[in-house]
């Protein structure tokens, strides 16, 4: 058990400073990326497009979303090179200025009755600056916390990624929330809708604060000493782990999840032209509330897996949340607001989570040390750009004046989370695999009662650390 232990990250200081510095990494940068998606379905319709035909103009401006993702796997290919060359430490920093810069250029474009297309060609091009900054942030944030992670609390601590990015989206909605609110309409058309944006400098700030005190991985730093870094991490990913890589492409499309509640689903309750017209400062509270309860929720999610394993929890997630998308768009549909947020909270705050808390472990533990960043950022990244082109096709196979809405989306969003529980469902279980091991398809897990021993351990140790 001595020697098992010893083999192992032994938690401590940097531990907690990785899991920190994970979680407010991405609460950052996913500040940014989200106030774009917000942006795009309540404001960029009317200010980035011509207004002669709003269904144009929502699908246009939900289409400028999805150009972000497109942009993804590219950024994942050249962030994911360099944080397996260069280290985890040094692509988080990349990422974080990146996307600050990209964000808060956002906030100065001039808008289409100033300048004509030029403003959608603007709008598209700091768009993909932003997904290709945040290709290497989560697959970065979660291979550095995983390696630092003390054997038995892997799960947990990587969650904490994905909480910083829920309370993200908390963030960016909790901004627009008073503006949309409290300004009048034409002066938050006007340059309201500009000051989350300007923020962003808050990100180019923090982050470099934060993830500065932050060392190196274990893993990574002895891959270095012992000149195991690869020349080409990306293409040794593909040659060792290409079907893994398969299954977390697939796993990654339950990203439909939140392009549901979030971006479709807020231009459908929003926009004139779907009729439904919710107010928009209260239609911004359903993904507040959600997040909220994931914010919570999410680190409990975390610790189970370290208990049961990784894949019941994401199965469970897929197949739950895939169903109660019908419900959700149906209560739209039908004007009520109060069932539309409560099944919110159930789909999105709740059962969602069973893969959120989960993936920023159970992807990087499929790969190895030398190739973990890039062939978790190619293969998610690839995932999340196929799902997040969905809004468009959304809307335009549920456009204005349909009739069969929450059918229709509904069909498509539970065929999307069967093929994410099925990949998960034929994926190797990973969380009792030592790290040194992770990634070889050889690897013989360590056996349940001294896993158990070990992890209950460790957890004590934790407690006693913070007391």
């Known amino acids: 058990m001595a020697d098992l232990r010893d083999a192992e990250p032994h938690g401590g200081k940097q531990s907690e400073k990785a899991a920190a510095s994970g979680w407010i990494g991405s609460a950052l940068e996913y500040y940014d990326f989200f106030i774009y998606a917000t942006a ?34 590219i950024g994942a ?27 808060m250029a956002v906030g100065i474009l001039p808008t289409y009755q100033q300048v004509g297309m030029l403003a959608p060609i603007l709008l598209v091009t700091v768009r993909l600056i932003q997904g290709f900054a945040v290709a290497g942030e989560i697959s970065g944030a ?34 627009f929330l008073p503006l949309a609110h409290y300004m ?30 932050v060392d190196e991985t274990p893993a990574f730093a002895a891959e ?12 040794q990913a593909f040659a060792l782990s290409w079907d893994d890589m398969l299954r977390v492409i697939c796993m990654a499309l339950m990203n439909v999840i939140a392009v549901v509640a979030t971006i479709f689903g807020a231009a459908y309750a929003v926009q004139p032209a779907y009729g439904i017209r919710f107010s928009a400062d209260v239609y911004l509270w359903i993904p507040v509330v959600g997040n909220i309860l994931a914010v919570l929720i999410i680190p409990y999610v975390g610790k189970l897996s370290d208990a049961i394993g990784r894949r019941p929890p994401i199965i469970f997630g897929a197949l739950s949340a895939g169903l109660l998308s019908f419900a959700y768009l149906y209560f739209i549909s039908i004007h009520n607001v109060w069932l539309a947020i409560a099944t919110s909270l159930l789909m999105w705050g709740v059962v969602y989570q069973g893969y959120n808390a ?29 799902t997040a082109l969905l809004p468009a096709l959304f809307a335009a196979v549920a456009p204005p004046g349909s009739t069969n809405v929450p059918l229709t989306i509904g069909a498509i969003t539970l065929a999307v989370t069967v093929i994410a529980a099925v990949a998960a469902w034929s994926a190797r279980e990973t ?36 007391s």
């Open 40 to 73: 795009a379905s309540l404001i960029f319709p009317q200010i980035f497009f011509p207004s002669g035909n709003p269904t144009v103009a929502i699908v246009a401006s939900l289409a400028t979303y999805g150009v972000g993702y497109v942009a993804r796997p």
């Open 77 to 103: 290919f050249v962030l994911g090179h360099f944080g397996d060359t260069h280290g985890r430490k040094r692509v988080l920093l990349v990422c974080m200025f990146l996307m600050g810069a990209s964000t």
């Open 142 to 175: 979660s291979s550095m916390i995983l390696e630092h992670a003390p054997f038995g609390r892997r799960g947990f601590l990587s969650s904490f990624t994905l909480q910083g990015v829920q309370a993200g989206q908390i963030l960016a909605a909790a901004v």
């Open 184 to 213: 009048s309409s034409d002066a938050f058309h006007s340059w309201g809708w500009r000051i989350p944006f300007l923020l962003s400098v808050a990100v180019i700030i923090a982050g470099y604060i934060i993830r500065r005190k």
């Open 224 to 235: 270095s000493a012992h000149g195991q870094i690869p020349q080409s991490p990306i293409a």
């Open 358 to 386: 989960v993936f920023p472990s159970f992807f990087p533990e499929l790969f190895q040390t030398r190739t973990r960043v890039s062939a978790m950022a190619i293969a998610q990244n690839v995932g999340t750009t196929i």
């Open 431 to 466: 969380y009792r695999i030592r790290l040194d091991d992770l990634g070889h398809r050889d690897a013989i897990p360590v056996e349940k009662s001294l896993y158990d021993r070990l992890r209950a351990q460790g957890i004590g140790e934790a407690g006693l650390a913070k």
